[in-house]
């Protein structure tokens, strides 16, 4: 039977306040942070990509490389005989890296539900710092430089820093339930963006001495993330003897709705609601379900597909939005850089207000659709935009706004509404598969993205890639 009306109608804040408590705001700290130093180190490396093709290409071919550097050195480590061939050879990098970012994702959401979630962010913290630090400071210490080395560990970078978003969203869904999830997912989704900006800031910081001692510091930092994660993250309430979600069931009845994910039938007969995916065992253990299981599961491929597409946009933003701005408007690339941020301040301010309007109104799927309408005459006006900074930046935010908000939402909150459906109630093994479901579809249509952007830009221009996007 459906609830009634009465009590589905209780303020969400309701139950998310009356559960809230210290380990509560841990698990958001830790988690949130982990997987910001995940994003630092990607940023890091599109940071540092003009002094790495600096450091690729011969000093007689590259008017940016400094003239101190001795004459030999450059002939003994160079890869490539011109800047071009560099750069192109990093944007390779690009897209290996998120093409085993999406595969691993799949892989890593099943492991997350058959193992302890806290080893598998922890092992994928620790190890991707490693790989980052062999990457960009080992190989640089030891002047050793193969374009198959480099190739290789990019590969292992994106599938072990695959293990961040499925296990950190599980972790998230099983302390928080849907009383108030769009607005704490939103606010929280906002990792992404807090991290690029620390990943922009420390290697900042560090660049002047050499751009090994960036990869230096954010592979340090994250490694110390991932040693704090495994000795204090707690990936469960049961850990610390407080109720699981759905617990008490029985005795609140609006506790039942707060834990009641959006993504539910309330039509759905009584026959149905008793089927479960995941068999129940004697000892109350869940089993992870399946991979096929999970994709059946209704609105999955659905909302994989879409964040496939949103994805694209997005991340097409974030790896593309400083050289059309240096590209079409002749400004510096310090001054693109900085305006960039407005994207991500944008979308962080989109997650959080969609994410509370979802909850106040109970359904999601409205929110998203009225935002994306809204994006398409964005990106339409920026497209036009003058060229002006201030006004640049204003219609950058609400490109932000409207892009954003729907991607974190779908990412962070809706998955795990997903994963917590009727069809596998009882169980919170479904999250991490799940979100490895929908943010692999995503990863992989970013992927393909980067490369048709650039093919789009470099034959028609850059007005039909915003073209592009709008029908994305």
């Known amino acids: 039977m459906a609830v009634p009306g009465s009590l589905r109608r209780q303020p969400a804040s309701r139950g998310l306040v009356s559960h809230c408590t210290h380990h509560h705001t841990a698990v958001f700290l830790l988690t949130f942070f982990s997987y910001s130093l995940l994003h630092a180190s990607r940023k890091t490396f599109s940071n540092v990509k003009v002094s790495i093709s600096s450091q690729w290409t011969p000093s007689c071919l590259n008017s940016t490389a400094p003239e ?3 004459h030999e050195l450059w002939n003994s480590s160079h890869l490539f005989p011109n800047a071009e061939e560099a750069t192109l050879f990093l944007g390779t990098l690009d897209t290996i890296f998120l093409f085993s970012y999406a595969v691993g994702l799949f892989v890593s959401g099943i492991v997350g539900d058959r193992l302890n979630l806290r080893w598998v962010l922890s092992f994928g913290m620790c190890s991707s710092a490693l790989v980052v630090f062999s990457f960009g400071t080992l190989t640089e210490w030891l002047h050793f430089y ?3 080395f480099y190739c290789c ?3 292992v970078n994106g599938l072990l820093q695959s293990t961040g978003w499925p296990c950190v969203v599980a972790v998230m869904g099983n302390w928080f339930g849907k009383a108030g999830r769009g607005f704490v997912f939103g606010l929280w989704s906002a990792c992404a963006s807090v991290g690029n900006i620390l990943g922009a800031f420390l290697a900042s910081c560090v660049l002047r001495y050499g751009y090994e001692y960036a990869f230096l510091v954010t592979a340090s930092v994250q490694f110390a993330g991932g040693v704090i994660v495994f000795f204090g993250l707690l990936t469960s309430p049961k850990e610390v003897g407080l109720p699981e979600l759905g617990a008490d069931e029985d005795e609140v009845s609006v506790e039942e709705d707060a834990n009641r994910p959006l993504m539910g ?9 008793n089927y479960s995916i995941q068999a129940t065992d004697d000892d109350n253990q869940p089993k992870a379900i399946g991979f096929f299981q999970a994709c059946c599961l209704p609105g999955v491929v659905l909302y ?10 997005n991340y097409s933003f974030f790896f593309w939005l400083p050289f059309y701005l240096s590209n079409n408007f002749r400004w510096k690339e310090a001054e693109a850089d900085q305006l960039s941020i407005w994207y991500d301040v944008g979308g962080i ?3 959080t207000i969609q994410g509370l309007i979802s909850d106040v109104l109970q359904k999601r799927a409205p929110v998203l659709a009225v935002s994306l309408l809204f994006a398409v005459g964005s990106l339409f006006g920026y497209s036009r935009s003058p060229n002006s900074k201030p006004i640049n930046a204003v219609i950058m935010a609400i490109t932000g706004f409207f892009i954003g908000g729907p991607s974190n939402m779908i990412s962070s909150a809706i998955s795990a509404d997903l994963g917590r459906q009727d069809l596998v109630k009882g169980s919170s093994e479904a999250l991490a598969t799940v979100t490895g479901i929908v943010d692999g579809t995503g990863s992989i249509g970013a992927a393909v993205g980067q490369y048709l952007v650039s093919l789009i830009q470099e034959n028609l ?5 915003f073209y592009f996007f709008i029908l994305m």
């Open 349 to 351: 301010i989109g997650g």
């Open 461 to 465: 221009g850059w007005m039909w890639v």
């Open 153 to 155: 560990l990019w590969v």
């Open 68 to 70: 101190l550097w001795p």
């Open 265 to 273: 039938n309330d039509d759905v007969d009584d026959d149905d609601r």
């Open 304 to 313: 994989s597909l879409a964040y496939a597409c949103l994805k694209l946009v």
């Open 146 to 148: 193969n374009k198959w």
